[in-house]
């Protein structure tokens, strides 16, 4: 085990997931020829664990990928796996169904530090300016009282404007049932919103202001891979400030309890629902859901790669061990790993 990447120099993070393998949090396995790799974030290359250090760490690996890791991707070669806080690529193929949008739950958890750190930050600027202005006599307590309580609130409504605009669809259309152009739809009325399940993806309607919301008929329906986008995003910006774990983690049971991602939509939307009416572990589990197909997409460029930084490792791997080891070793350890006689 290394505590410095091999390539780079870059530190490996501790991890505490692994007893006999307790630094770096991005591993690569191969059980059947008992090869182990800590993966460097930095550079990306591939460090080959000394074969008198693998042995533990690999049973440890592949009891941790059988009780808990989650497959996201993988190919005929390779599965890319999270288990914990550990990502994992498992040469070989995986016993597993893959579950790709597990994986965005962490972005909605990045969202929430982000947006705790741009609030942060217009407290700060508020606190700087009210001293400021206290210090030249130019700042009533009334004032520094509003700049104090509405600074935050600035910061992060001028980050979310800047990251989505105003308008969540902009286009051309008109209102089934009262003929009214509809042009663009902002994201003030999101909650609004009409989501129906659809066969392949949820289908959109956006209101009409002329028709009452009650009308079934009224506004205009988006379809396909439109009504998809616009879903995307006005969940986006409604979720702009993230999720908490807890909630991350509600969201991705509720999921898995109703079927997956595809089946989601039917259970919770029926066939007519407004965005405001769902609730809010509704509406998390929903943005996860509806960017299955994009996921999807990354993790198998993702995958890909890592499938080619792979065979390049295993050339260089065969050859350390086949050099550095004695034979008898290294093959007693592939059994011992593989769990042949």
Same mark, same amino acid.
């Given at each position: 085990m290394y505590h410095k990447c091999l390539v780079c120099g870059?530190?490996?993070r501790p991890n505490e997931a692994l007893e006999h393998l307790d630094r770096g949090r991005r591993v690569a396995f191969d059980p059947a020829r008992g090869r182990l790799w800590q993966i460097c974030r930095s550079c990306s290359r591939w460090s080959l664990v000394p074969i008198e250090s693998r042995w533990e760490a690999l049973e440890e690996l592949e009891k941790l990928v059988t009780d808990q890791g989650r497959l996201l991707?993988?190919?005929?070669? %390779?599965? /890319? @796996? !999270?288990?914990?806080? @550990? +990502?994992i690529v498992r040469v070989g193929r995986a016993e597993l169904v893959e579950e790709a949008w597990w994986r965005y739950g962490r972005e909605l958890r990045a969202r929430r530090e982000r947006y705790r750190k741009l609030s942060t930050a217009g407290t700060v600027g508020a606190a700087a300016a009210i001293a400021g202005s206290w210090a030249t006599g130019g700042m009533s307590f009334l004032a520094a009282w509003l700049i104090w309580d509405n600074a935050p609130g600035v910061v992060t409504g001028g980050a979310r404007w800047l990251r989505f605009g105003n308008t969540a669809w902009r286009g051309k259309g008109q209102c089934q049932r009262c003929g009214r152009p509809i042009r663009s739809f902002p994201y003030r009325e999101r909650g609004g919103l009409i989501v129906t399940a659809g066969e392949e993806a949820p289908r959109v309607v956006l209101s009409c202001s002329r028709c009452t919301s009650s009308t079934a008929e009224a506004g /205009? +329906? /988006? !379809?396909?891979? +439109?009504a998809n986008r616009t879903l995307r995003r006005v969940l986006a910006y409604h979720h702009f400030a993230g999720a908490s774990e807890r909630r991350v983690r509600g969201a991705? !049971? @509720?999921i898995e309890v109703t079927g997956g991602p595809r089946a989601l939509p039917g259970r919770i939307l029926g066939e007519r629902k407004s965005l405001g009416a769902v609730g809010k572990l509704g509406r998390v589990a929903l943005e996860i859901a509806v960017h299955e197909e994009r996921e999807q997409r990354l993790l198998a460029m993702r995958v890909a790669e890592l499938e080619a930084h792979w065979r390049r490792e295993e050339e260089l791997a065969e050859i350390m061990d086949g050099s550095l080891t004695p034979?008898? @070793? %290294?093959e007693s350890l592939r059994r011992r790993i593989a769990g042949s006689p």
């Open positions: 870059q530190g490996f991707s993988s190919t005929d070669n %390779v599965a /890319l @796996l !999270r288990a914990g806080p @550990l +990502e /205009l +329906e /988006l !379809r396909g891979q +439109e991705a !049971r @509720l034979t008898p @070793l %290294v």
